[in-house]
């Protein structure tokens, strides 16, 4: 690097990342400090990089995590045998499940459907998908009674079980653990009020 | 390489769906920055980030270890995130009132906010670069598989982006 040209700009970006060596690091901080276009070039791309790293994460909203959920399809290929169907034809068959699953939880969560609602998407997708074989999730659980009830709503309740390292989902008012016990539930729950969401354990 | 998702990755691969799903609950809000910041929309970037995750679900046999599992499912948001943008403008849609959670409001917040108008008025590569080496962390090794270029490039990109962004903000550059 010599003072009196300006320094490469990947120079530069690593002297603001502190990628440099010493000497070079010394080398050009000589320059910069005669040089008001580099100084004035650093400033910038330093404020630039606060500004970003100063944005914070920004959170998938509970319903639409659980859409996800929703719209996966239950796939029992084996993952070695049978060619996967190529990109444009799983396109095909997916839109038509994800527009169905969409509405199934738009309705549940604007109180439309009362019942469960992955059976609901589970049956019209599997109507919609010959290709894939869908199964039932939620199969059961309509049986199983609730070991607690909390204040919902649901999804937030389930994330919070997640976060907790609990199997759970929400479907619909109910919240479904899976591999945990009702002790472990109610620890995680405990303080929570009464509410309406159940939750339901699923052997 | 040591890929912290390995482990789920392959019970995913063999069909464990429990599995994917956290996978998701771990990659859904970096998806979800990174849609936003791209798409400046949340309603498209969730979808977009919908759409990624059903097409890694039935995809995931073509996922080779050895790669991160992470910069596979950023090439694919990515992919969700371009093909989302091709779909503009959508037909208006009845808006569905959602009950107000807190965490929307501040993604709103975000997204009224200076830096993303500034993100927004930026060339989308330098966009994309300096979203994913500043706000997500990505290696420039990372970036450059995900976009294409070489390291240099990437750098020169963040680098710039990063100088048009203060700009535009209209940062104040002398230190006092
Ligand atoms: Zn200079």
């Given at each position: 690097m010599v003072t009196g040209t300006h320094p490469e700009e990947v120079d530069l970006f690593d002297y603001v990342e502190g990628e440099?060596?010493?000497d070079r690091r010394t080398e050009l901080e000589f320059h910069l400090a005669s040089c008001a276009t580099c100084a004035k070039q650093v400033a910038l791309v330093q404020a630039g990089k606060d500004a970003l790293r100063e944005s914070q994460l920004l959170h998938l909203p509970p319903a639409r995590r659980e859409a996800i959920s929703t719209s996966l399809p239950t796939q029992r290929r084996a993952p070695d045998r049978s060619p996967a169907l190529s990109p444009r034809r799983l396109l095909a068959i997916l839109t038509p499940v994800?527009?169905?699953?969409?509405?199934?939880?738009?309705?549940?969560?604007?109180?439309?459907?009362?019942?469960?609602?992955?059976?609901?998407?589970?049956?019209?997708?599997?109507?919609?998908?010959?290709?894939?074989?869908?199964?039932?999730?939620?199969?059961?659980?309509?049986?199983?009674?609730?070991?607690?009830?909390?204040?919902?709503?649901?999804?937030?309740?389930?994330?919070?079980?997640?976060?907790?390292?609990?199997?759970?989902?929400?479907v619909g008012n109910k919240v479904e653990v899976r591999d945990a016990t009702q002790a472990e539930v109610e620890r995680a729950l405990g303080y929570r009020r009464t509410g309406r969401v159940e939750i339901v354990l699923i052997p | 390489m040591d890929d912290p998702d390995g482990p789920l990755v392959r019970r995913a691969q063999k069909g464990d769906r429990w599995a994917f799903e956290q996978l998701v609950d771990r990659h859904q809000h970096r998806l979800f920055t990174l849609a936003t910041r791209l798409l400046g929309s949340p309603d498209e970037a969730?979808?977009?980030?919908?759409?990624a995750f059903i097409r890694a679900w039935l995809g995931l046999s073509s996922f080779r270890h050895g790669a991160r599992f992470s910069t596979w499912l950023y090439r694919i948001c990515l992919n969700a995130v371009h093909d989302q943008r091709t779909k503009r403008p959508t037909a208006p849609l009845e808006e569905v009132a959602e009950?107000?959670?807190?965490?929307?409001?501040?993604?709103?917040?975000?997204l009224s906010g200076a830096l993303q108008?500034?993100?927004?008025?930026?060339?989308?590569?330098y966009r994309g670069a300096v979203v994913l080496y500043d706000v997500l962390g990505c290696s420039y090794a990372?970036?450059?598989?995900?976009?294409?270029?070489?390291?240099?490039?990437?750098?020169?990109?963040i680098f710039r982006g990063r100088k048009r962004l203060a700009e535009l903000l209209g940062t104040r550059t002398e230190r006092e």
């Open positions: 440099l060596s010493a994800a527009a169905v699953a969409a509405v199934v939880v738009v309705l549940v969560s604007s109180g439309v459907l009362e019942t469960n609602g992955n059976d609901q998407a589970g049956s019209a997708a599997a109507g919609a998908t010959s290709q894939l074989q869908m199964e039932d999730q939620a199969g059961g659980a309509e049986a199983a009674p609730p070991v607690m009830k909390v204040a919902g709503p649901a999804t937030t309740v389930a994330d919070e079980l997640r976060r907790k390292g609990i199997r759970a989902r929400a | 969730a979808d977009a980030v919908q759409e009950p107000v959670d807190p965490r929307d409001q501040f993604v709103a917040h975000e108008q500034a993100l927004a008025a930026l060339e989308e590569d990372e970036i450059a598989e995900l976009t294409g270029v070489a390291e240099g490039t990437v750098k020169s990109r």
